[in-house]
T-cell receptor
């Protein structure tokens, strides 16, 4: 049981390049989330999808777009990468949008933008 | 304004002793609190949680205490083991918040043999 799978694990981009981070879960979860974690800081929510076909902005959405491709997959796109977007990106999922449940995380994508 | 705060960036304890990690929150709408553990190069994994209707939840060596009036929770690990060395994140959510969680900045726990 893979859980939440993120690809790629590492990526180096040049400023201005675009890239899509992929996330897939095999737990039949309805809700999916994208976070970024900067050094010494907690996870900050970029975008989330409460259910298939819906997406909403989180705390730090600027510079990103998302697509909920189907129930399994939730991708994060950087249209024009900036050095400030250098971070570790985590995808997470939960069964539904009720509060009383933990999130399941992937192992992250480490993104460096030069 | 940070709604979930972990004021101690790091904590070092001796193996076999108690580890106490603290977390404060400001949003009274939070009704569910979680602790996650994170090893390097891995994603966070769920450790233990507590609902706002309780003041204590225990799971083996891990106990979480919630003081709603003080808006404070703590994670106790007894006895601490070297394998517990990791970053611990406190998180909070609300049933009106679409399953979103707000995370603290984490506390790095080092358990020395």
């Amino acid at each position: 049981n893979a859980g939440v799978t993120q690809t790629p694990k590492f990526q180096v981009l040049k400023t201005g390049q675009s890239m899509t981070l992929q996330c897939a879960q095999d737990m039949n979860h309805n809700s999916m989330y994208w976070y970024r974690q900067d050094p010494g800081m907690g996870l900050r929510l970029i975008y989330y999808s409460a259910s298939e076909g819906t997406t909403d902005k989180g705390e730090v959405p600027n510079g990103y777009n998302v697509s909920r491709l189907n129930k399994r997959e939730f991708s994060l796109r950087l249209e024009s990468a900036a050095p400030s977007q250098t971070s570790v990106y985590f995808c997470a999922s939960i069964t539904g949008t009720g509060s009383a449940q933990p999130q399941h995380f992937g192992d992250g994508t480490r993104l460096s933008i030069l | 304004d940070q709604q979930v705060k972990q004021n101690s960036p790091s904590l070092s304890v001796q193996e076999g002793r108690i580890s106490i990690l603290n977390c404060d929150y400001t949003n009274s709408m939070f009704d569910y609190f979680l602790w996650y553990k994170k090893y390097p190069a891995e994603g966070p994994t769920f450790l233990i949680s507590i609902s706002s209707i309780k003041d204590k939840n225990e799971d083996g060596r891990f106990t979480v205490f919630l003081n709603k009036s003080a808006k404070h929770l703590s994670l106790h690990i007894v006895p601490s083991q070297p394998g517990d060395s990791a970053v611990y994140f406190c998180a909070a959510s609300s049933n009106t918040n679409a399953g979103k969680s707000t995370f603290g900045d984490g506390t790095t726990l080092t358990v020395k043999p």
